[in-house]
């Protein structure tokens, strides 16, 4: 189990009894829901995975309605983002709280090296933290 500081900053200084609850909690909730349980509908009735992804156009509603296009998984990216574990290279793939966060925002990603499913650029936390140290 990751410690407390990296699980929690905010909880564990005055609550460390509420760590394996809070964990637990973020686990089941799963991190980045991305072409899940978030979506955008741009002003022209294009569908996005979620609202930074107006690059990437997965339907429209004026063509076919928003369920049909949301739960259509033949979309190489809603495959992937819809995949529970995503599979996600790099330190993201071998990270210890890769169950809290789920590899983030995969737009960040697919900006920076063109790879969806890259490691996540923007992490913050060390190799150590994340357990490949």
């Known amino acids: 189990m990751p ?10 200084g005055n609550f460390p009894d509420k760590v394996a609850h809070i964990r637990q909690k973020l686990a089941q909730w799963g991190g980045n829901s991305s072409g899940v349980n978030v979506a955008n509908i741009d002003n022209l009735g294009n569908v996005h995975p979620d609202t930074m992804w107006w690059h990437y156009t997965i339907g ?24 529970h574990p995503r599979t996600v290279g790099g330190r993201c793939g071998a990270c210890i709280h890769f169950d809290i966060c789920g590899g983030n925002t995969r737009v960040r990603a697919q900006q920076m090296t063109g790879d969806p499913w890259a490691e996540d650029p923007g992490c913050y936390l060390s190799d150590e933290e994340i357990g490949i140290a």
């Open 3 to 12: 410690t407390a500081s990296i699980c929690c900053t905010g909880c564990s």
């Open 60 to 83: 429209n509603v004026r063509e076919r309605s928003f369920g049909e296009i949301w739960m259509d998984t033949s979309d190489p990216l809603m495959a992937g983002l819809k995949a």
